[in-house]
């Protein structure tokens, strides 16, 4: 068989500026099978100014709603002229599924790629068939990506009213109506568990859990403390123990997952006590597994060959070592910035350089230690050395996983966003002069092999995908990473790179197809990617959970596939993931003796059970009460908010406004002559009811040109919105402080929504902003 030509990991081209880590290089294979392959690339970055789906309930918007919407008429037309298709559960499914067609609450483990929704799909049709009058079915799932797969598999078998409700703010095609609106039309929703709880906490909307007769949990290892999973079951619970444990009127609930884990222990017993803990969160009966089918469960489920490698560092690593010499001459500098006087600890940063403690470091130690400052020139100037510190240690985190060049390419990008403005402070031209004193040498240093060597994280990756279509041309694979390109994912914006929902399905699809080799993806595809062909998984770089570890394994669906798990030898990944392998046998003798003590004892296991609850439900009471006794009257108390870099004043807190429960936009009218005013071509995030990212917003305070944040267009008034992260939060006295959400501003002060009183006094007064281009 012909080798395919020599592969190129990382190319950079004209508009490719990203790197492994923070972002990635584009992935390309040059020429295999006699076309180009290419890599998709799938990130779920969070991001201050875009719409949570957890603050938004009812609005989805996208750019592309006319051709989405003629679109998806299309396929439900289809659809209707096609009769679903005929299915029989295996022997094993078959075993899965007795409980739950007994009407039992209950937990279903089985290994990734075994059909668990299959059998979900067989409970969803037993109770089609005997529907109580005006009680309806929910089918949960934790993302919106995985919302769409399990609805066309339902579909596909069943002829059923179904109703998809996602929280995919940005991407999705009609404004989503309230639940109650809905229910009448439907028997079956698929449904993100966010969506689901914010329909039953909003007042307005007459949906309660009494509403639906079985509720499904996909991937139910997710129920954790705060996950929405947890806060639906929690209210579930809550209602049965109110009712003395009488659940007649209450669904029956079922979960689904590949593993729950055994959370931090590694004795027996403790293992065991952890799965009765989650069964009493689930309210489930049972935990069910094939025991009798074990043999059919093996020939239908491939099980790849795993294989942990560790991979030295680089031999000769000069552009390493001139990256945290340039830190550590930088870090000199903050002792002429007066920020020990505020914060001793604050001058003395972490020995080791690119890495998680050296980031918490500079967010928060070093920025929290930045707003007590006064002088406005040493403010300014800890923001310039804070800034370029963070951008060193983000490259050496891309140099630690991609090229030399690729982290001097950041550096470079990154350097040139830096505001042209001429007013610097002496501490400041230092800086950046070190900067452009190591810069050639830097240069010189990356692209040399004989100073720095490539990566052999990058050669190794290339060596397996490599071997691999060498053996099977016809090969899928998918490379997990935590961060594969920070605006690639359906969260980010247009303009920043960042894929409609359309085209990451299109984007599998293809990969399906075999026009794509590769996909690239964050650990947000770990969980349901369900692409049969995929005979190659590789866990680039990072430790997880043993859950994490089992369920990545799992795409691996075809036969004869493989995972691999290349691990940094110095960064003890191959020693955690090694541990993880060892909790898998721990997990599986723990489920099985907690299945002989509910066989042999029912009685005592539900007496247990519910103990587990009622202490639960305390411990909730308890902490609802502890939270609202902190927050009895709302605090008005006005604050000053100023620039974090140059500490010019912007507003009080009584300026800020809640706009759609999310948004903090400033009314304040003189904001406009303390500030600069973008306008972008087009809205970075469309919409119908609000359109973000029509500009951006900087400081105009003593030189400073730093981004305050962006601009929002609601109901015809342009708003400035402010970023949490680029404020500095003083009163009086008090010394200043910054904050990472706005969320958290409450500690503080509260934020008012915006009210028609508002709207119409800005509507008759002058324009919140004035536009510089």
């Not at 290089?25 to 099978?33: F, T, V, W, Y």
């Not at 923001?383 to 060049?405: G, K």
Request: net charge negative; hydrophobic share 35%; aromatic share 8%.
């Amino acid at each position: 068989m012909e080798q395919p030509p020599s592969i190129s990991l990382y190319e950079r081209t004209e508009d490719d500026t990203s790197a492994l880590g923070d972002g990635i290089a584009k992935l390309s294979l040059d020429q295999i099978d006699d076309h180009p392959t290419e890599v998709s690339l799938f990130d779920e970055e969070e991001e201050e100014e875009k719409v949570s789906e957890s603050k938004t309930s009812k609005y989805a918007y996208s750019e592309n709603a006319n051709l989405a919407e003629e679109n998806d008429l299309l396929k439900k037309q289809k659809k209707k002229h096609v009769d679903p298709k005929k299915f029989e559960l295996r022997p094993y499914q078959q075993e899965l599924a007795e409980r739950a067609l007994r009407g039992d609450n209950c937990v279903i483990i089985a290994p990734t790629g075994s059909g668990k929704t299959h059998v979900a799909i067989r409970i969803i049709q037993h109770h089609l068939e005997k529907l109580e009058r005006g009680k309806k079915i929910v089918f949960i799932v934790d993302k919106n990506n995985l919302a769409n797969q399990q609805s066309e598999r339902i579909e596909e078998y069943l002829k059923c009213r179904l109703k998809v409700i996602s929280g995919d703010i940005q991407r999705e095609v009609e404004c989503v109506q309230d639940w109650d609106s809905l229910l009448p039309h439907y028997d079956v929703f698929v449904s993100t568990a966010q969506m689901l709880l914010n329909a039953i906490n909003d007042p307005e909307q007459n949906v309660c859990l009494e509403s639906f007769c079985l509720i499904i949990f996909d991937e139910c290892h997710h129920c954790g403390r705060k996950h929405p999973f947890q806060r639906i079951v929690d209210k579930y619970v809550d209602t049965r123990l109110d009712r003395n444990g009488d659940k007649s009127r209450l669904p029956q609930v079922v979960g689904f997952t590949a593993s729950l884990g055994v959370g931090k222990v590694n004795a027996l017993d403790n293992a065991v006590e952890h799965l009765k803990t989650f069964l009493a969160i689930m309210d489930a009966d049972c935990l069910v597994t094939v025991q009798r089918n074990k043999q059919d469960l093996a020939t239908h489920v491939n099980n790849p060959k795993q294989y942990i490698v560790s991979v030295p560092g680089r031999r000769i690593d000069d552009f390493g070592t001139r990256i945290k010499i340039l830190m550590s001459r930088t870090e000199d500098y903050l002792v002429y910035t007066g920020v020990g006087t505020v914060d001793r600890i604050a001058i003395r940063p972490p020995s080791i350089k690119g890495d998680i403690q050296y980031t918490s470091w500079l967010e928060g130690t070093l920025r929290k230690a930045q707003a007590k400052l006064q002088d406005p020139d040493m403010a300014r100037t800890l923001f310039t050395i804070r800034q370029l510190l963070e951008i060193y240690n983000n490259a050496l985190i891309h140099y630690t996983h991609a090229r030399a060049i690729d982290a001097l390419n950041f550096i470079k990008d990154e350097v040139e966003k830096f505001p042209n403005i001429s007013k610097y402070t002496e501490i400041e031209r230092k800086v950046k002069s070190v900067l452009e004193d190591e810069y050639m040498t830097l240069e010189a240093s990356a692209l040399d092999h004989g100073r720095t060597s490539e990566n052999p994280l990058l050669e190794k990756l290339k060596e397996i995908i490599i071997s691999t279509y060498a053996e099977e041309p016809n090969m899928r694979a998918i490379v997990f990473h935590i961060k594969a390109q920070k605006y690639t994912g359906a969260k980010a914006s247009i303009s920043e790179g960042g894929m409609e929902r359309h085209e990451q399905v299109s984007a599998l699809e293809l990969f399906r197809d075999g026009e794509y080799k590769v996909i690239m993806a964050t650990t947000v595809a770990e969980e349901g990617l369900d692409i049969k062909e995929c005979n190659l998984v590789v866990r680039y770089d990072y430790a997880g959970s043993p859950v994490a570890m089992m369920q990545a394994r799992g795409r691996g669906r075809a036969k004869n596939s493989r995972f691999y798990i290349l691990a940094s030898a110095d960064k003890c990944v191959a020693e955690k993931e090694q541990a993880n392998v060892t909790i898998e046998p721990l997990m599986e003798a723990a489920m099985k003796q907690l299945q002989r003590l509910i066989e042999l004892d029912s009685y005592t296991f539900q007496v247990q059970k519910q103990g587990c609850q009622r202490q639960m439900k305390r411990e909730r009471e308890l902490e609802t009460y502890q939270q609202q006794s902190k927050v009895t009257v709302p605090n008005y108390s006005i604050y000053n908010l100023s620039c974090l870099k140059c500490n010019a004043f912007l507003c009080t807190s009584n300026d800020i406004r809640k706009i759609l429960n999310h948004h903090y936009g400033c009314i304040r009218q003189d904001l406009k002559y303390r500030v600069v005013c973008t306008r972008f071509d087009q809205p970075k995030y469309p919409g119908e009811d609000i359109e973000m990212g029509v500009g951006r917003v900087d400081c105009s305070g003593r030189g400073c040109g730093v981004k305050l944040g962006t601009i929002a267009l609601y109901e015809g008034i342009y708003f400035p919105i402010l970023n949490i992260k680029a404020l500095k939060i003083a009163k009086g006295t008090m010394k200043g402080d910054t904050l990472k959400k706005w969320g958290m501003v409450e500690k503080y002060f509260t934020v008012q929504d915006m009210t028609e009183y508002d709207m119409e006094y800005l509507s008759k007064s002058d324009r919140l902003i004035e536009w510089a281009n």
